[in-house]
């Protein structure tokens, strides 16, 4: 089946830095969705992508669905502790579109 | 705050126990979905009902039951349970095409002892 490989897995950084996290495909995916979790409960709808090249930004957040239709990156900006968290990138790959699929997942924690 | 509302957010089963586990929505969406999610995996996809009927089963076991009484309510029914099973389970909507934003509730954490 369609497998999201996200990366990095996981990540520490400083409150204040930037960060940057991806998502490839080695198929086509015509929706890309940025979702965060935190312990406990439900993913959180970031932002959400729908044609390639899209650039769509939410406060700190910034995502872009790649040209090829087989990766999206998502960019916080001068992040903060609040930002902790598990981030998944998710799509409908072309040809599946009942199903969202979802990547592996990045842990973001945040040091002051 | 999320619009998927679920409940109970914790449940404690026995194997030999029925329990449902229910999820409501109030955005007039036509899709509902059923996701488990063990802990630092990604959720799975176990069923999804458009327009109160269900379009898909992910091979689930039929200890899991699904049951969607109306476009706003999407239960689970759940029955001889393993240790297993313990998980997340999390309702999730859209609007109808299955192509649109997925919204999330906030997930009832089961615990099958």
């Known amino acids: 089946g369609q497998q999201l490989n996200q990366s990095p897995q996981s990540m520490f950084i400083q409150e204040g830095e930037d960060v940057s996290m991806n998502c490839t495909s080695s198929?086509?995916?015509?929706?890309w969705l940025w979702y965060k979790q935190d312990p406990g409960e439900g993913p959180v709808l970031l932002i959400a992508?729908?044609?390639?090249?899209e650039l769509t930004s939410n406060g700190r957040l910034t995502a872009q669905f790649g040209i090829t239709r087989k990766d999206s990156f998502l960019n916080i900006s001068a992040s903060i502790p609040s930002d902790v968290g598990i981030y998944f990138c998710?799509?409908?790959?072309?040809?599946?579109?009942?199903?969202?699929?979802f990547g592996t997942g990045t842990r973001l924690q945040v040091t002051l | 705050d999320t619009e998927v509302t679920q409940t109970p957010k914790h449940l404690v089963m026995g194997m030999t126990n029925k329990k449902s586990l229910k999820c409501e929505q109030h955005?007039?969406?036509?899709?509902m979905y059923w996701y488990k999610q063990k802990a630092k995996k990604p959720p799975e996809l176990m069923f999804v009902?458009?327009?109160?009927?269900?379009?898909i089963n992910e091979s689930v076991p039929s200890r899991f039951s699904p049951e969607c009484p109306n476009s706003s309510l999407l239960n689970l029914h759940l029955h001889a349970l393993q240790p297993e099973d313990s998980a997340l389970y999390l309702c999730?909507?859209?609007?109808?095409?299955?192509?649109?934003?997925?919204?999330f509730g906030e997930g009832s954490w089961l615990t099958v002892v």
């Open positions: 999730a909507s859209t609007r109808g095409n299955f192509m649109d934003t997925i919204y």
């Open positions: 992508l729908y044609k390639a090249g």
């Open positions: 955005m007039g969406h036509r899709a």
């Open positions: 198929s086509i995916f015509n929706t």
């Open positions: 998710a799509g409908h790959g072309a040809g599946t579109a009942s199903k969202l699929t």
């Open positions: 009902y458009s327009y109160e009927k269900l379009s």
